[in-house]
């Protein structure tokens, strides 16, 4: 379904996966960027602005290595007017997910298109969750089954299977939780030429 070759700058499975889905044609090439010395570098700005700005770093730094178009995306997570990285621990992962229980928390999605070290495209995606007060030995339960997979998300959870369960409400867009916002993405791409229209 493509006109021209694209880039996913993401060493993301989920983000790979929502692609494929869609049936778009891609490869795959991390971005060799340091996230923790960007999110320091970049720390007084807004958290919209900071989502972007390192989803553009990603599609830049991979375009500036390749001629084809270069998909980048971050999320950052915030809550109680704290920014989250991911968990390094089960047992952090856990005390963040009891912190959250019963409350809301946001998920801010940035996307960007590359092509020879210029963004050509973004987009911001901005999801508000409510987490369902849920007990103790639901806690327990969840993470024993859910395992260690849950780091690889910033919000401890895969909302697109058993994480699920943590919700009572979101005001969001499914595929931006997940961390690419694809409905905006695949209108970027037609945009520029990689989709047929």
């Given at each position: 379904m493509n006109n021209t070759?694209?880039?996913?700058?993401?060493?993301?499975?989920i983000r790979a996966q929502i692609l494929t889905a869609a049936g778009v044609e891609?490869?795959?090439?991390?971005?060799?960027?340091?996230?923790?010395?960007?999110?320091?570098?970049?720390?007084?700005?807004?958290?919209?602005?900071?989502?972007?700005?390192?989803?553009?770093?990603?599609?830049?730094?991979?375009?500036?290595?390749?001629?084809?178009?270069?998909?980048g995306a971050d999320q950052i997570l915030t809550f109680e007017g704290r920014r989250y990285d991911k968990a390094g621990t089960m047992a952090e992962a856990r005390g963040r997910l009891r912190a959250m229980r019963g409350k809301p928390h946001e998920l801010i999605c940035g996307a960007?298109?590359?092509?020879?070290?210029?963004?050509?495209?973004?987009?911001?995606a901005r999801s508000?969750?409510?987490?369902r007060d849920y007990s103790e030995e639901f806690l327990d339960a969840y993470l024993a089954e859910a395992g260690e997979g849950i780091l690889k998300s910033v919000a401890c959870y895969q909302f697109e299977g058993l994480g699920a369960q943590l919700?009572?409400?979101?005001?969001?867009?499914?595929y931006s939780?997940?961390?690419?916002?694809?409905?905006?993405?695949l209108d970027g791409l037609r945009g520029q030429g990689a989709l047929k229209t």
């Open positions: 070759s694209v880039i996913l700058a993401s060493g993301s499975a891609f490869r795959i090439e991390r971005p060799q960027v340091d996230e923790d010395v960007l999110k320091r570098r970049h720390d007084a700005l807004a958290d919209g602005a900071l989502a972007l700005k390192l989803a553009e770093e990603k599609a830049a730094e991979v375009s500036r290595r390749h001629a084809e178009l270069c998909l960007a298109l590359a092509k020879d070290g210029d963004i050509v495209w973004t987009h911001l508000h969750i409510q987490m919700f009572e409400s979101a005001d969001a867009d499914y939780v997940l961390g690419l916002p694809l409905l905006p993405v």
